[in-house]
Antibody, heavy 118, light 111 residues
Framework: EVQLVESGGGLVQPGGSLRLSCAAS????????MTWVRQAPGKGLEWVAN????????YYVDSVKGRFTISRDNAKNSLYLQMNSLRAEDTAVYYC???????????WGQGTLVTVSS | QSALTQPASVSGSPGQSITISCTGT?????????VFWYQQHPGKAPKLMIY???NRPSGVSNRFSGSKSGNTASLTISGLQADDEADYYC???????????FGTGTKVTVL
């Protein structure tokens, strides 16, 4: 079955950077849009960013534009989220998910926790 | 683009039916048949339960059904079971930025 495994989360100070990774397996990674979704502690889900199959199109929620960069390496079946200038409000569990047409997120990883605190 | 509006909590007894609403605007829920529902148990990743308003992915019980009227979508769980106790989120494609919005989430309690 499709597998998505996130890694790279941890504790970082405000203003710091972190790079999340999502390793994909058991499906043709290069054929799908991919997405990052986050969930602050005790809060709801928030869509963060999308990336097209070949990386030529990327979309972000306004609150992370200019600070976060989504990317992918199809040769390594991996999705990334480079997070810079981190703020306390970026504290959340970050999930990667496979994106089908118009937002059908059919497979999700288990999530990785990012904590931004001094 | 604001989050879609869901009731904070819904409860029911085993065997009963419950319905969760998800209210948006003509720019999201009302404008497209791209409404989705996710179930999330504590500490777990969300799971897709309904896609494109009323379709169930393979493996999802037919006790779960979805519908839409105007700017409001609904998820109905019939024959409520203990394992249905979880948080439920709707989501929708949107014509504005961001192009994808989630609902505020509903905690379902099985009494």
């Amino acid at each position: 079955e499709v597998q998505l495994v996130e890694s790279g989360g941890g504790l970082v100070q405000p203003g710091g950077s972190l790079r999340l990774s999502c390793a994909a397996s058991k499906f043709t990674f290069s054929s799908y849009w991919m997405t990052w979704v986050r969930q602050a502690p005790g809060k709801g889900l928030e869509w963060v960013a999308n990336i097209k199959q070949d990386g030529s199109e990327k979309y972000y929620v306004d609150s992370v534009k200019g600070r976060f960069t989504i990317s992918r390496d199809n040769a390594k079946n991996s999705l990334y989220l480079q997070m810079n200038s981190l703020r306390a409000e970026d504290t959340a569990v970050y999930y990667c998910a496979r994106w089908l047409s118009y937002g059908r997120l059919d497979y999700w990883g288990q999530g990785t926790l990012v904590t931004v605190s001094s | 683009q604001s989050a879609l509006t869901q009731p904070a909590s819904v409860s029911g007894s085993p065997g009963q039916s419950i319905t969760i609403s998800c209210t948006g605007t003509s720019s999201d829920v009302g404008g497209y048949n791209y409404v989705f529902w996710y179930q999330q148990h504590p500490g777990k990743a969300p799971k897709l339960m309904i896609y494109e308003v009323s379709n169930r992915p393979s493996g999802v019980s037919n006790r779960f059904s979805g519908s839409k009227s105007g700017n409001t979508a609904s998820l109905t769980i019939s024959g409520l079971q203990a394992d249905d106790e979880a948080d439920y989120y709707c989501s929708s494609y949107a014509s504005s930025s961001p192009p994808y919005v989630f609902g505020t989430g509903t905690k379902v309690t099985v009494l």
